[in-house]
Every structure is written in C-alpha cells, then in structure tokens.
C-alpha cells in the first residue's frame, strides 16, 4: 500500500516536470535569447506585445532531473546553427561580385554626374541661343535642384517599401525618358518642365549607393562606397569633354541625348543586379535571401556558411516618423544640417571658381569691392579655354578621394567628415587677402578636394548608421535636403557675391565651419560597425553592454 502511495506521488511529480510553458523571446544579432517569464506574458499572446516585429513563441520544458534545461521551437532548432546576413558576407568576403557591382553602380554615378555637370553648360548656350535675362537661366538649374528634392525622399521610400532594385530600376528609367524627351523641347518653357523631372528621376540615384552597402563586408565598405566616387568624377569629366566635342558641331540638343546615353547602359544591366538579401530578409523572404547569398558566394568561389540564416521580419518601413525616433532624432538632425553643408558649400565653390576669375583684378575683388553686375540679356559662349577651367577644377575631386581613402578606415567616418569640413573653412580663409590669380585658384582647387570629399564620406555614413528598414529613406531624405543647400548657394555665389565678396566667403567660412563641430556631435561612430538589420539589434547591442 505505502509502495502504490509513493510510486503514485513519483507519477505526479514526474508529470509537473514535463509540464511546458510558453515563453516568449526576440532574437537579436549576437545569437542571444531574451526570454520573458511567464508572469510577464500572462494573458497575453504575441500579438498583443504591442510591435511590429514579428516574434517566435517556444516551448520550455522545466528543469529536468540533472539541472538542465530543454527547448523547442516550431521551425527552429536552438541546437541549429544560424547566421546572419553580416556573418554570411564577412564569410564570403570581397571577391569577383563585388567588383562586379561596383562598375554596375558606378555606371549610375557617371549618369547622375553628367545630368549634373550639364546644367553649367547648359545654361550659358541657352542664354544666347534664346536671349534669356539671367533669372530664366538660373531656373534651369534650380528648377532640376527642386525636382530632386521632391523625389529623393519618394525614391527612398519606394526603396524601403518595394525593394532597392525596384527603387532605383524606375528612377533610372524615369530620368532616361524625360533626358531624351527634353533634347526635343521646343521653347524654354517645355525645357524647364522636362528638366525638372529629370531632377525628379535623378533624386533617387544614391539608392544605389544603399544598394551597394548592403553587399560589403564591414572591413571593405569604407573603401568601396569612397572609391564610387570615383565614377563621378569620371562622369564630369566625360561631359565636359563630351561638351567640347559636340557644342562646337551638333549643338545642346545633341549633347542632352548623348548624356543620356549612360542611363540607358544601366538600365541594360539592371537585370543582372540581385536585389539586397537584407531587403529580403527584413520582408520575411528567407529563401530569396538565401538563394542571393548563394549566389555571391559562387561568384567569389567561396563556400556558404554552415546552418540557417536568421533575421527580423519588419511588417512596416520606410515611415519617416521613424526617423524622429529618440535613438535617431539627433543623429537625423545632424546628418540633414551635414548634408545642406555639404551641398552648399560644394555648388557654391564650383560657382565662386568662374565668378571670381571673371571678377577682374584679384584684389579689386576680393578686398570686398562690389562686382558690377553685367546687362542680363549680355551673353557669352564658352570657350575652349572655358571648357579646359571646368575639366581643370573637376580633376580636384579625385585628390579629395584619395585623401578619403586614407582617413576614413583609419581616424573613422566622424573624424574624417570634420577634416573635410575645417579644411575647407581653412582653405577659405587666404581668400580675404589681397593675393594672386595662382594662389586664390590653389586654395579653391584644395578646398574643393576636401568638400567633394566630405561628400563622400556623407555617402558613407549614412547607410552605416541606420537599420535596413528606414536606410533607403534616410539617403532620400537626407538627399533632398542637400538640394536645399544647391538651390540656394546660387544666390550666395553670384547674387550676393556682387555686392560683397567678403560677406560671400563668410557664408561659406561659418557654414563648414558649423557642419564640422556637427560631424563631432554625431553621436554613433560606425567604423568596422555591421550594418543594423533592424531597430531591434540596436537594441540587442545596448543590452550586451548593459550585461558586461
């Protein structure tokens, strides 16, 4: 009877043991488990936890006889082995795809560089040809300067939304249309609609460089999302020889067809580009994303890593609320302001170097006399001393990328966007004096170099810093507000610039200046960094830091 008594006792025991509670986990970059008890989630299902992000429930089993414990959890294997998109591409490294992608993005630079370089050609041809008073020429440059305000931020939402590849496929293609279409407009005022989207399609270029990041390993993306620069100076420089080739000859209306000849060569190689395996990933298409992986791998001849790729399903992208968060509301404010600096500064010193030249006498410029302004129906064609001014000043952008390539990976991304900024202030201080042609056009071209390479490193860090949900959005976004800064340098440059050179060059001086102690206050460092998936492995981070 006692035996029965006991061995009933034993049973029930035995049966409160292997008795399972659900419990609840996230699961972060660094393979941990978060786990919530069971008086947590009381009367709560996943689905009440109040996010977007989707959430595994497994079953625990209690403490087992020898202390241990067990789980289990439907469709995945704690004992399994898992990687993440960062680990797979560290694995696989830098190999034959990437170089493949880097001239099939750089392609989309140069196009995006010469529907840029064009409209300082543009514009003098255009205001004799058509005898336009000055303020129609300006709008034929503001006017594609709004036009990619307005779209970048759209493109980086589409990009979010649909896919990166999709993004940029149809901006390309939009800008490649009406870039043909506006070789054939009839008056100035079918030109300007016809630039102006143009702009629009142009806005969403530097989701390419978002693409592009999301394929790099961390040790290499400095290095390669710099040297991308590259393809735009190489672009400029091919329009302005394309300019002395064809203005001469055929005309402006020849030159916008045949700069629009680089859009078309990558829309030709755009079916050969694979879409981000993040982007599939975060949209829960796991074998999509498996099967891109792969194909990197095979391209590079190096082997997949071994187990399952893991990752967060993110329902809701690309909102810009998301943006004004308080981990990234500082860090947003900042990039903008970093971003109008930029852009401002950069058009406003490719605008000062003719301006100041056609001033006359340097010191009679510089020591704050007014310049007169010239009738505004007086035109005059470029030359071929002209053209030779514009492919000489363009050459500076590849001193200021190689110095970018030395800093970026060694003094970090902050560091290096603040020497950018201070060099060029510094370099605009000699301008205040009265000194020579020679030394003014030194201190221009350095100071040039420094900007464009300020630039570079913007492109750099901002798809570092944010998570894969909203990246295409911040390059949009913060893309539109550098258009800002281009559409009113001109006005600084030319208009104010003839009423005091001294009072020009303060602007500028002061703006850098401020958008170097900006770079320091960023509060993320991303140097050897992995790219953030979602807000989620920021949130992992700050938790393993919490923990040691």
Known sequence: MLQASLKAVQNKDMDQLSKKDNVTYKRWSNHEVRIRGEVDLLGHSDGDQGTENEFCTIASSRVDSEGKKSATMSGFDQNEETYTVDEALETIGFGKFQWKMSVVTGLSWVADAMEMMILCILSPQLHCEWKLPGYQVALITSVV????????PLWGNVSDTYGRKSGLTLCICWALIYGVLSAFAPVYGWLLFL?????????GAPQSVTLYSEFLPVKSRGTCITLIGAFWAIGSVFEVLLALLIMPT?????????SSVPLAIFLCFCYWLPESARFHLLTGKTEKAMATLARIAKDNDKPMP???????KQTERGRIKDLF???????????????????FSYYGIVLLTTELFQAGQPCT???????????????KYLTSGDYKDLLWTTLAEFPGILFILLAI??????????LCFFMFSLCMLPLFACIGRMFVMVCIFIARAFISGGFQVAFVYTPEVYPTETRALAMGTSSAVSRVGALITPFVAQVMLRQSVNATLSF????????GVASLLLPIETLGRGLQESCLDQEAEQQTATNK
């Open 508 to 515: 500028y001086f002061i703006f850098c200046l401020l958008g």
């Open 409 to 418: 990976d060694r003094i970090g991304r902050k560091k290096s966007l603040a």
């Open 325 to 343: 968060t308080p981990k990234y509301r500082r860090t947003t404010l900042l990039l903008w302001f970093i971003w109008f600096a930029n852009a």
């Open 250 to 258: 055929l005309g402006w209306r020849w030159l916008l067809f045949f």
């Open 365 to 379: 410029a510089i020591q704050g006399a007014k310049i007169e302004p010239s009738c505004s129906l007086e035109c």
């Open 145 to 152: 300067f709004a036009g990619m305000g307005v779209g970048s």
């Open 306 to 312: 071994k187990g399952k790729l893991v990752g967060h």
């Open 195 to 203: 630039r102006g989207l143009v702009g629009f399609g142009i806005g």
